[in-house]
């Protein structure tokens, strides 16, 4: 921990940027659907489809993505970057529980997408629940309980508060499998996108943050 304070406090910039590298998940979605022979549903598949390894039916969804193998490093990328710029940015706040928790789950739901990619939804099943679990659940916490504990402006907090908890009880719609017209993707999207905007947002912010000191030295 206190080398990561070090390299954190040296290079104070790595934290955010690899938040804001996050942006590449949804580049990365709209190259690998485009790829689909049969067009890709973005409100009746589900983003685990794009890295399905497999063609195939899966209940009501036919899937078929010949670049799973992309979709699958960039969850894997996603997750690596969660984790690292947690326990960066977790430096950058007083640290004291909170704050501990909150960038933990983060850090927590970086690992989780780590797993999701290392276990596509056709592969290890339970491996790839508990992945997913991670980020939706644990990581949106993680969001809510940082809205409530960060010392931030009061925009940042009432951001990150609306942002945990629309995607908390997308979350709970989800699960009990009440789409309310959005169908199957459209609510995973409502759960898991609001969360990947926040932290390129969180980024941003502590990347001007800290231009804004430089410039006022």
Avoid at 28 to 38: E, F, S
Avoid at 127 to 153: E, K, M, T, Y
Wanted: aromatic letters at 14%; a positive charge.
């Amino acid at each position: 921990m206190w080398r990561t304070k070090v390299f954190a406090d040296r290079f104070p910039l790595v934290g955010p940027t690899l938040w804001m590298l996050s942006l590449q998940y949804f580049i990365i979605q709209l190259a690998v659907a485009a790829a689909w022979a049969r067009p890709y549903s973005w409100l009746h598949n589900t983003i685990s489809d794009l890295g399905n390894t497999a063609c195939g039916q899966y209940g009501s969804r036919y899937v078929c993505s010949p670049h799973h193998s992309l979709m699958n490093a960039s969850f894997i990328v996603l997750g690596a970057t969660m984790l690292q710029g947690a326990m960066l940015i977790y430096h950058e706040f007083q640290r004291d529980r909170g704050t501990a928790v909150g960038f933990s789950f983060m850090a927590l739901a970086g690992l989780g997408t780590v797993l999701v990619g290392l276990f596509p939804e056709n592969t290890i099943g339970s491996l790839h629940f508990v992945g997913a679990l991670l980020p939706f659940f644990i990581g949106n916490l993680g969001i809510v309980i940082l809205g409530i504990s960060l010392r931030a402006p009061d925009w940042l907090r009432a951001y990150s508060l609306v942002t945990g908890i629309i995607t908390l009880v997308a979350l709970a719609f989800f699960i009990t499998h009440r789409y309310l017209g959005f169908g199957i993707g459209g609510m995973e999207r409502l759960v898991g996108y609001p969360q990947t905007v926040w932290l390129i947002i969180f980024g941003i912010y502590i990347s001007a943050n800290r231009y804004r000191s430089h410039s006022a030295k």
